[in-house]
């Protein structure tokens, strides 16, 4: 059993910052890839940011410099600093990790936390 819990959501202004981060627990023998998916009301989920074990980062063009991923291994965690919030980065955040238990890998999302930011 595997389980993703993400924290550090919330209301801020536009203009602020916001960290999320998101704990991996459970049987988990590794975690390669980890991520942050969101989805707005009306929206299909999309993809934020994207790290690989070794760090290689991704991010989608509407982050681009102000978003930032990295992970901590020993933790088992990532996180997502966001910096200079739009109005239109309000949505449900997900996180989501390959984990790797016994011998195979499979796909894991938390429950999601909410990102509101006024205008």
């Known amino acids: 059993q595997v389980h993703l819990a993400e924290s550090g959501g919330g209301l801020v202004q536009a203009g602020g910052s916001l960290r999320l981060s998101c704990e991996a627990s459970?049987?988990?023998?590794?975690?390669?890839?980890m991520g942050w998916s969101r989805q707005a009301p009306g929206k299909q989920r999309e993809l934020v940011a994207t790290?690989?074990?070794?760090?290689?980062?991704n991010y989608a063009d509407a982050v681009k410099g102000r978003f930032t991923i990295s992970r901590d291994n020993a933790k088992n965690t990532v996180y997502l600093q966001m910096n200079s919030l739009k109005p239109e980065d309000t949505a449900v955040y997900y996180c989501n990790a390959g984990v790797v238990t016994s011998d195979k890998e499979n796909i894991y999302w938390g429950q999601g936390t909410q990102v509101i930011v006024s205008s």
């Open positions: 790290i690989g074990r070794s760090g290689n980062a």
């Open positions: 459970g049987s988990i023998l590794r975690l390669n890839g």
